[in-house]
């Protein structure tokens, strides 16, 4: 349907969210418990100055705008909350979503949208959904007290981060456009008594949904099975129309998709080195998107147990490679959560097993394929295992490393294509022994395959990518943003819409961390401050 009440004519809205759940009956704006409701209504809070940083155009054209429309002041204004996407302008222009969650392995109670606001769903011209959100355009009644803002730092990294994953090609929510407010936010960054302020911004996300795994638990903890049965009924009927069956059968064939999902998702996040830095409940999506870009980061020399989030550095619970287990506790409270509504709890195993089938199968698949092996085997673990305990030890960057294996001359495998990889030269020489044994053992496992040596460059390079958004680039791109210059994540932007290509142009991108960034606040550490 073409919409009559939208600031933008030629937009396809079929708003089922807002249309099939039922709402808080309560308007006021303030913070409280809302029960037996899927969200609330809110108003955006108006901001003194919009302007349009960034706008992905590509993404616009598809959602139904046109390069003029997005050029306008009325666009700026219904994406940074000054004018309601949906007509008339009022307290019902936006809602607040109710959710909970579990936080760091604690039960955290009801959580919400608490400076996410909704805005619409549009059909978009390739005829999918997508369901448009700001953040940080002020307080909703989930808010707990806080100002529902968010800092250009933080917005700009979500922006960047998100479309970059996109070009990755790993499965994620988008950004539509970052737009700066025009007022100071107040922060203290880590949390260390020194708040400070900040340029405000806000950011509108794209996804078919953003239901999470806390959408389900809330409704669970409190024993409402009647919210709890309509959240999984409009999951499964708008975003997994594909399914069929009913009763047990069907929630079972839900999960296990939801499962496979989440567990490709682990796979893509080790396989680009993506720590997502805060993988609560309520930050994993029900489509197996990456979601909520808060302090995440990408590991530049390979550690396993490296995290971004301060708040998480004594327990490490969500570093690099604890992320798929954590996913599977995840799932274990989403599928506990669903068993008040199943006559065959036994039937709720299947999903976890599916999990850990599917990322088992994933992991070797895709390690494999990294190393340009045609048909991964489960003994070809031996091989990564090893290399990852050299890449650790030696301080090796994992991007650059894997980039440029491909080079690597199976009949006489010499290690000089991999000598920029290592951040600290008296680490590669203590390592050289091991480095000279581990390419032999990988060029002979090589040897076997019937291939031409361009062929595996080829797809070596497909999945290792030359680029990663990484920590003190996007960085720089915040200190120069926040000078009135944007030139450099403009570049990032263009630089991220092709990852696996050379681009010599942009070849500085591509080296490894300075020594400047190694301890240097956001391009080491993050907090949830922002």
């Known amino acids: 349907m073409v919409s009559k009440n939208s600031a933008f004519a030629g937009l396809h809205l079929d708003c089922r969210f807002t249309r099939e759940l039922p709402a808080d009956p309560e308007l006021s704006n303030q913070p409280r418990q809302v029960h037996g409701s899927a969200y609330s209504w809110v108003a955006p809070t108006k901001v003194s100055e919009p302007k349009l940083l960034a706008c992905n155009l590509e993404l616009a054209q598809t959602l139904g705008f046109s390069a003029t429309e997005v050029e306008s002041p009325l666009f700026s204004a219904v994406f940074s909350g000054n004018r309601a996407l949906l007509e008339p302008d009022g307290e019902r222009s936006a809602y607040a979503v109710c959710y909970g969650g579990h936080q760091f392995g604690h039960w955290a109670g009801q959580l919400g949208d608490g400076r996410a606001l909704g805005l619409a769903e549009v059909i978009g011209l390739d005829g999918a959904r997508y369901e448009l959100q700001l953040k940080g355009a002020g307080p909703t009644p989930y808010s707990r007290h806080a100002d529902g803002r968010a800092v250009l ?191 065959d709890k036994a039937a709720l195993e299947v999903p976890l097993k599916a999990y850990v089938a599917r990322f088992n199968h994933g992991y070797v698949q895709m390690l494999g394929a990294k190393l340009g092996i045609l048909e991964p085997q489960p003994d070809d673990l031996t091989l990564s295992s090893e290399l990852h305990e050299l890449l650790h030890s030696a301080e090796v960057d994992m991007t650059i490393f894997y980039r440029q294996l491909a080079m690597i001359n199976c009949d006489a495998p010499l290690p000089e294509p991999l000598f920029d990889a290592f951040y600290s030269p008296d680490l590669l020489a203590k390592h050289a022994v091991t480095l000279n044994a581990w390419l032999e053992k990988y060029a002979l496992r090589l040897r076997g395959q019937a291939e031409v040596s361009d062929t595996r460059v080829q797809r070596m390079q497909a999945i290792n990518p030359r680029y990663v958004p990484r920590n003190y680039l996007a960085q720089q791109a915040i200190d120069a943003a926040e000078r009135g210059d944007l030139r450099e994540l403009h570049t990032l932007l263009t630089l991220f819409k092709r990852p696996y290509d050379e681009q010599p142009e942009f070849a500085r991108y591509a080296l490894r961390r300075p020594d400047w960034a190694r301890e240097r606040a956001g391009c080491s550490s993050l907090s949830c401050s922002s």
């Not at 708040?195 to 389900?216: D, T, W």
């Not at 975003?239 to 496979?260: C, I, K, M």
Request: glycine content about 8%; overall charge negative; charged content about 20%.
């Open 153 to 343: 730092r933080s917005s700009l990294r979500e922006y960047l981060c998100s479309e970059a994953m996109h070009g990755l090609g790993v499965p994620t929510t988008r950004a539509l456009s970052l737009i700066s407010s025009g007022d100071a936010v107040v922060r203290d960054m880590f949390y260390s008594g020194d708040p400070r302020a900040e340029p405000g911004a806000i950011v509108c996300r794209v996804a078919p949904s953003f239901i999470r795994f806390g959408n389900f638990e809330l409704a669970a903890a409190r024993g409402d099975l009647v919210l709890l049965d309509q959240w999984v009924a409009f999951t499964i009927s708008r975003d997994f129309p594909h399914l069929t069956g009913a009763g047990d059968e069907l929630r079972v064939s839900w999960l296990v998709e939801v499962a496979e999902r989440t567990a490709d998702l682990m796979v893509h996040w080790l396989r680009v080195g993506f720590v997502h830095g805060v993988m609560n409940t309520d930050n994993l999506s029900i489509l197996g998107l990456t979601i909520d870009y808060g302090p995440y980061g990408w590991l530049d020399s390979f550690d396993p147990n490296w995290t971004p989030n301060t708040t998480d550095a004594e327990g490490r619970r969500y570093a690099y490679a604890k992320q798929p287990q954590v996913a599977y506790w995840n799932l274990n409270r989403l599928v506990a959560a669903i068993a008040p509504l199943m006559a």
